[in-house]
């Protein structure tokens, strides 16, 4: 299994930006899909973006034209460029790693503890 360790989230104003990173300690990094989901209170956890390889992205109906994920897999890194943010970007975030590129947050078996991002309107 993976461990995983967030960083960077805080408390922003409405159209302000955050990096998001995640540090994996893993072996073949870059044979796991990396992602990033959030929750907020009262919601379900739901998929922000992913990437397999440069170029293998993918992203949520909430993060499209404004995050972008990127990974540093000579640093076993990922993170999430979040641009834009609007008070319903809101939630603790999550880092998890899985062995196939997919949506579903019970496919992932590694997770990290979260960040919590607030957007103050």
């Known amino acids: 299994q993976v461990q995983l360790v967030e960083s960077g989230g805080g408390l922003v104003q409405a159209g302000g930006s955050l990096r998001l990173s995640c540090t994996a300690s893993?072996?073949?990094?870059?044979?796991?899909?990396m992602a990033w989901f959030r929750q907020a209170p009262g919601k379900e956890r739901e998929f922000v973006a992913g990437?397999?390889?440069?170029?293998?992205?993918y992203y949520g109906d909430s993060a499209q034209g404004r995050f972008t994920i990127s990974r540093d897999n000579a640093n076993n890194m990922v993170f999430l460029q979040m641009t834009s943010l609007k008070p319903e970007d809101t939630a603790v975030y999550y880092c998890?790693?899985?062995?196939?590129?997919?949506?579903?947050?019970?496919?992932?078996?590694?997770w990290g503890q979260g960040t919590q991002v607030t957007v103050s309107s």
């Open positions: 990437i397999w390889r440069p170029g293998a992205t």
């Open positions: 893993a072996r073949a990094f870059t044979n796991y899909f």
């Open positions: 998890a790693a899985g062995p196939h590129a997919t949506m579903r947050a019970t496919e992932f078996p590694s």
